[in-house]
DNA sequence: GCTTGACTTCGAGCGCACTCCAAGGCGAAT
DNA sequence: ATTCGCCTTGGAGTGCGCTCGAAGTCAAGC
């Protein structure tokens, strides 16, 4: 249960283990994930919750670098929760404004198929 | 009106001058833009309406590559339509997806954008 | 006639986020 | 003991979408 191969973990965050490899060398998870005795890592469940959170930041746009920071502030501890906030709440602003532009440039192009669709199907 | 410098395409799409002539050279406008005798760019309006529907599709996370053959299909004319709008339709699907993944994503971040709110402004 | 500034082309360069490769180690199974 | 499979590292390579630089042209203004 609470120790995973890197394929296991792999498996399971959804990503490969090139990418979890990488996100280690490049500083996005808490500290380097243990080994076996084997020098295989072993992922715990805190890591793949943490890997999740990454994930979430990742799939909503936020770049490595900025992924990087916040888990360099994590990983401070206690006592400067209220910049990470601030970086939580910029990348909210930032997703949302994307959301709203994505939303309206989607409408307009549902407004094309629906005339392409009109096309095909006249009207009787 | 009908005939804009490059300069002043760029400033009605957003886009660069740059970038539009990255477009041109890739295929991804419906043929060249007109010259003017010095061999300068004249973007028509016509020239800007399709511009601004490769923008919306780009914005929408459409690949280069996409655009390229939507493009294609409309330059070849009428016959096509039924091509045309399964690709639109294959692409809305995609970013629909892609809309409610952000969307999933983003509501978690707010639940941890709450812990960290509930952590400054202690409860009374 | 010279300078200025906006344009031209071609091709190289860049930033991002992976993605892959080569060479090797370890442990279990045949 | 050798094969197999999964893992290790360091570093190179890839794909995408621009972005930039160098060298040159052209028209207008002084």
């Known amino acids: 249960m ?5 394929a296991e973990a792999a498996e399971q965050t959804g990503l490969t ?33 943490w890997i999740e959170m990454v994930t979430r930041l990742r799939s909503t ?6 992924v990087r920071r916040y888990a360099a502030l994590v990983r401070e501890g206690d006592g400067n929760e209220a910049e990470r906030l601030a970086l939580l709440l910029a990348h909210r602003e930032v997703v949302e404004r994307q959301l709203a532009e994505v939303t ?21």
Do not use: F, N, Q, W
């Not at 996100?23 to 992922?43: I, K, N, P, Q, T």
């Open 2 to 6: 609470t120790s995973l191969s890197i």
């Open 17 to 49: 283990a090139h990418t979890l490899r990488y996100y280690e060398r490049d500083g996005l998870l808490l500290h380097s994930v243990e080994r076996a005795s084997s020098g295989h890592r072993r992922y715990t469940d805190d890591d793949l919750r």
């Open 61 to 66: 746009g936020m770049p490595i670098r900025d």
């Open 104 to 124: 309206s440039h989607l409408r307009a192009i549902d407004y094309k198929i629906a005339l392409y669709e009109g096309k095909l199907t006249p009207a009787e």
